[in-house]
C-alpha cells in the first residue's frame, strides 16, 4: 500500500514563499510519476505541477515562472516551491503519485492521494 504525506502549508502573505513536501512510502519511489493537485473552496480539483521518474516536468500556466517542483529519490519526497503567492493560490494541496514512468495531468490519471495540505495566501 502506497501512502502520501503532504507538509509544509500555511499562512503566507502575497508575495511571498512556501515549499510543500510529500513523504511516498510502501513501494519504489522512482519509478512512479508524481503531481500536485489544489482544490479552492467551491471549485474543482486543479492540476498544478507533474514530474516523471526522470525529471521531466509540467505546470499549469498560473504557475509557470513561480512554482517549481522537483523529486528526490533517495529520500522519496517530491517537492513544491511556491514563490510569489498570490490570493489566488490559496487551496488545500494535494500529492498524487501514479505507477507509471511518465506523468499525467488529470486527476482521474493518479493511483494515490495524500490528504492535503491547506495553503492560504493574505492579500
Known amino acids: 500500500q502506497v501512502q502520501l504525506a503532504e507538509s509544509g502549508g500555511g499562512l503566507v502573505q502575497a508575495g511571498g514563499s512556501l515549499r510543500l513536501s510529500c513523504a511516498v512510502s510502501g513501494r519504489t519511489f522512482s519509478n512512479r510519476a508524481m503531481a500536485w493537485f489544489r482544490q479552492a473552496p467551491g471549485k474543482e480539483r486543479e492540476f498544478v505541477a507533474a514530474?516523471?521518474?526522470?525529471?521531466?516536468?509540467s505546470y499549469v500556466d498560473s504557475v509557470k515562472g513561480r512554482f517549481t517542483i522537483s523529486r528526490d529519490n533517495d529520500k522519496s519526497t517530491v517537492f513544491l516551491q511556491m514563490n510569489s503567492l498570490k490570493p489566488e493560490d490559496t487551496a488545500v494541496y494535494y500529492c498524487a503519485g501514479r505507477p507509471l514512468f511518465s506523468y499525467g495531468t488529470k486527476w482521474d490519471d493518479y493511483n494515490y492521494w495524500g490528504q492535503g495540505t491547506q495553503v492560504t495566501v493574505s492579500s
Open positions: 514530474i516523471s521518474w526522470s525529471g521531466s516536468t
